[in-house]
Nanobody, 119 residues
Framework: QVQLVESGGGLVQPGGSLRLSCAAS????????MGWYRQAPGKERELVSS???????NYADSVKGRFTCSRDNARNTVYLQMNSLKPEDTAVYYC?????????????WGQGTQVTVSS
């Protein structure tokens, strides 16, 4: 079993910053891609950012230049630094970890953390 524990969400004013963390624990064989998704009310879940085991990152156009995704492989942890936050960034943020086990990829999800950007 793999558990993902997220932290760092909250309420912030427009233009502010937050840092999300997601730590994976349990029976972990080989973590490949780690990333963050978000889901706003009435909308589908969307990819925010991802990072490969080699450190290659990918960002949604809406967050490029404002968000930075990073990871600490020794701690099996992925981070999302969010700067210049906008009201449209308000959503529940979910971390995602893809693990390779016996030739198959398995996706695991965090419990979600609320990010609210409002004055």
């Amino acid at each position: 079993q793999v558990q993902l524990v997220e932290s760092g969400g909250g309420l912030v004013q427009p233009g502010g910053s937050l840092r999300l963390s997601c730590a994976a624990s349990g029976t972990i064989f080989s973590i490949t891609t780690m990333g963050w998704y978000r889901q706003a009310p009435g909308k589908e879940r969307e990819l925010v950012s991802s990072i490969t085991s080699g450190g290659v990152t990918n960002y949604a156009d809406s967050v490029k230049g404002r968000f930075t995704c990073s990871r600490d492989n020794a701690r099996n942890t992925v981070y999302l630094q969010m700067n210049s936050l906008k009201p449209e960034d308000t959503a529940v943020y979910y971390c995602n970890v893809r693990i390779l086990k016996m030739g198959f990829y398995n996706d695991y999800w965090g419990q979600g953390t609320q990010v609210t950007v409002s004055s």
